[in-house]
């Protein structure tokens, strides 16, 4: 980043009342060629079982060490802003979001991911934390490429229970919807204070979500700054032209050089 940009960057965050943080898809890219092919296989397979639900936990193996410097990165950032009002909004699936310590009810992660597993027809009660077996029957899925796996039944009707994200076909999403709420009310209460946004590796997958919510508050908010960082997808609104600094760089890389 320029040391200009920099400077305004700190300054930023210092001032701000409120800080708005956005997390999306280069979180969930695999990067080393060996894990990239591991993982586009994996994807083939799961597709063709109609169980894509598995895929954000085979991206996660596949990674291994990469997803260190996402945490390394994510953490750095949490101590910048630990004296901050802040909420963070993740279209990730990559569940190491969620182990990040962020504040106490200040991340919502509307796709999820495979922290929890569900019943494949949302039976109440059926929404519970992986385990440690969970993840041992998951690697039997990536290494052999065949689904015996069992991470439990629901205790209502008996299914297999499936991961809880975006890709099951039935997603429940009780998962995430009371902290949507308070991401909302949060949101609300950002109305004319000094609001500073940070978009961090968001595509445009899920644009409805963060990427275009973001430009419009930013847009109505006479005192916000954004912060656009994205190695393919930088480009900034015309609208946002006067308020919106964007870095060209990915996400991850740049919060290790922060
Ligand atoms: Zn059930």
């Not at 940009?5 to 930023?12: A, G, H, I, P, S």
């Not at 992986?130 to 998951?138: G, K, M, N, S, V």
């Not at 290494?143 to 975006?166: F, P, R, Y």
Request: charge should be neutral; aromatic fraction near 10%.
């Amino acid at each position: 980043m320029e040391e200009i940009l920099r400077k305004e960057f700190f300054y930023d965050i210092a001032s701000a009342d409120k800080i708005l943080i956005g997390i999306g898809e280069e979180f969930d890219t695999v990067l080393s060629a060996e894990g990239k092919k591991e993982a586009g296989c994996c994807k083939q397979f799961l597709k063709e079982k109609s169980r894509l639900d598995l895929l954000p936990a085979i991206e996660m193996l596949c990674r291994d060490k990469e997803d260190t410097k996402i945490i390394d990165g994510l953490a750095k950032l949490v101590k910048l802003i630990e004296d901050k009002d802040y909420y963070v909004v993740s279209t990730s699936t990559n569940s190491y979001i969620d182990s990040i310590k962020w504040k106490e009810n200040r991340l919502v992660t509307p796709c999820g991911g495979s922290t929890y597993k569900q019943c494949p027809d949302c039976c109440e009660g059926s929404l519970t934390k992986l385990e440690d077996d969970d993840w041992a029957e998951i690697k039997k899925i990536k290494n052999h490429s065949t689904i015996t796996e069992q991470l439990g039944i629901c205790k209502v009707c008996g299914q297999k229970l499936i991961l809880n994200n975006i890709y099951a076909k039935k997603y429940d999403e009780s998962s995430y919807l009371k902290d949507w709420q308070q991401y909302m009310t949060w949101l609300q209460r950002t109305i004319n204070r000094k609001l500073m946004i940070l978009e961090l590796g968001v595509g445009l997958q899920y644009p409805s979500v963060i990427r275009w919510p973001f430009e419009k508050v930013a847009f109505y908010n006479q005192k916000a700054s954004f912060y656009r960082v994205n190695e393919k997808l930088y480009q900034l609104t015309p609208e946002l032209h006067d308020k919106g600094k964007t870095i060209a760089q990915n996400s991850i890389d740049w919060l290790a050089s922060l």
